[in-house]
């Protein structure tokens, strides 16, 4: 794991996640530089100097992606607004929920996103679903070099993760390769659907992820038959819960398992384990719509994959890092273990000889990212061997 903050967990993970979505290393050093003293401050003060350097940054690239624009030199422009996107998603991803003019900086980051990719022509689309009245989005990038109706891989977020942020590590066009397409989804709980739907997380994650697949059922260029879906961190429950109750998916991938996040909870509560944001409880409060930490408690009793992944009875991957310093590796081996129904189960910790080791390949995903978008491949009838 990248630490360039000594003492801050947290904000290492973020710079780490920066990186893994394309950041460049000169202008991590020119973020953070200024920094070190912030590190060692509570959440407020500290996470506040962190927003103003890396959106800074963000403003100086949005500054030069203008002149670029005025100048005629669009894939330039585009490629510099697709980075400032990237700083933007970091430095709000540490916000607290109700931070002012958090909202705005959210709003921001996604349309210099889109502003980025039309200048660069990139493979994604965003898309609307027809969901409890409102909708989810997502972000559809499609295979390359494929004729006929498409595999596909639906992608769901962790606790703080979104769309965009999943995009930019990788897996969809490590997919679009393979043949495969990606339907990356902010699913109630996470990115637009909490922020801008007011949809909060539920652990009966098939209610959101059954309405998906009717929507991809009724494209002409989806194959109903070889849709499947993968789940970062929290979506280490959410994915398989998802799969298990949902038969429509062919198989299923968690990059990082999450058996039991009740127990986790209940760890954190005691000081055990790393924190993926500051304010983690009045952030895990937003998320899952409770009152107090009291109340969310609760809801995370019906957090847990026990009894739960004996009912998948398609192929499904299981991924952990093994220096992983949020979600013990023992909740991997638990749903391995009770994936009995699977006809092609398997387990893959990420070592340090591969790399990706931390939380869901934080550190380095570009291989376990590869092993996933490989197994995938196999399982929806994609390309291994291009």
């Given amino acids: 794991m990248f630490k360039y903050f000594p003492t801050n967990y947290v904000w290492n993970l973020s710079v780490d996640l920066a990186i893994e979505m394309g950041a460049r290393i000169g202008e991590i050093e020119e973020m953070c530089a200024p920094l070190q003293e912030a590190a060692k401050k509570h959440d407020k003060e500290g996470t506040q100097a962190f927003r103003d350097t890396w959106q800074t940054m963000a403003d100086k690239l949005c500054s030069l992606a203008e002149e670029d624009e005025a100048e005629g030199r669009i894939y330039s422009a585009g490629e510099k607004y697709r980075r400032a996107s990237m700083y933007l998603i970091t430095c709000e991803r540490l916000q607290a929920h109700d931070a002012p003019g958090r909202l705005d900086l959210y709003k921001r980051s996604l349309a210099t996103f889109e502003r980025g990719n039309a200048l660069t022509g990139a493979n994604c689309e965003r898309v609307e679903i027809p969901y409890a009245g409102s909708h989810l989005t997502g972000l559809l990038v499609k295979?390359?070099?494929?004729?006929?109706?498409?595999?596909?891989?639906?992608?769901?977020?962790?606790?703080?993760?979104?769309?965009?942020?999943?995009?930019?590590?990788?897996?969809?066009?490590?997919?679009?390769?393979?043949?495969?397409?990606?339907?990356?989804?902010?699913?109630?709980?996470?990115?637009?659907?909490?922020r801008l739907q007011k949809l909060t997380a539920r652990y009966d994650s098939e209610h959101w992820a059954s309405p998906v697949v009717?929507?991809?059922?009724?494209?002409?260029?989806?194959?109903?038959?070889?849709?499947?879906?993968?789940?970062?961190?929290?979506?280490?429950?959410?994915?398989?819960r998802a799969v298990a109750f949902e038969p429509r998916f062919a198989c299923g991938v968690v990059w990082g398992a999450n058996h039991d996040w009740r127990d986790v909870q209940k760890r954190r509560l005691d000081k055990e384990g790393d924190f993926p944001v500051p304010h983690y409880w009045k952030h895990v409060c937003w998320v899952w719509g409770a009152k107090d930490i009291?109340?969310?408690?609760?809801?995370?009793?019906?957090?847990?994959?026990?009894?739960?992944?004996?009912?998948?009875?398609?192929?499904?991957?299981?991924?952990?890092?093994?220096?992983?310093?949020?979600?013990?590796?023992?909740?991997?081996?638990r749903t391995?273990?009770?994936?009995?129904?699977?006809?092609?189960?398997?387990?893959?910790?990420?070592?340090?000889?591969?790399g990706g080791v931390q939380h869901s390949s934080f550190d380095n995903s570009i291989n376990a990212g590869h092993y996933i978008a490989d197994w995938v491949a196999k399982q929806l009838g994609g390309r291994v061997a291009d």
């Fill in 143 to 194: 295979p390359e070099n494929s004729q006929g109706p498409m595999p596909i891989l639906v992608q769901v977020n962790g606790l703080d993760s979104t769309k965009e942020l999943k995009y930019f590590v990788g897996l969809p066009l490590w997919l679009a390769k393979r043949g495969i397409g990606s339907l990356i989804i902010d699913q109630p709980g996470t990115g637009e659907a909490l």
């Fill in 294 to 333: 009291d109340d969310f408690m609760q809801i995370a009793e019906r957090v847990h994959l026990d009894g739960v992944v004996e009912k998948i009875k398609v192929p499904f991957l299981v991924t952990h890092g093994e220096k992983d310093s949020q979600i013990p590796l023992k909740w991997a081996e």
């Fill in 336 to 354: 391995y273990e009770q994936l009995v129904n699977s006809p092609n189960r398997e387990l893959k910790i990420f070592t340090q000889r591969e």
């Fill in 214 to 240: 009717d929507w991809l059922e009724a494209r002409d260029d989806v194959d109903s038959k070889r849709i499947g879906m993968e789940g970062v961190s929290l979506g280490g429950y959410y994915c398989p």
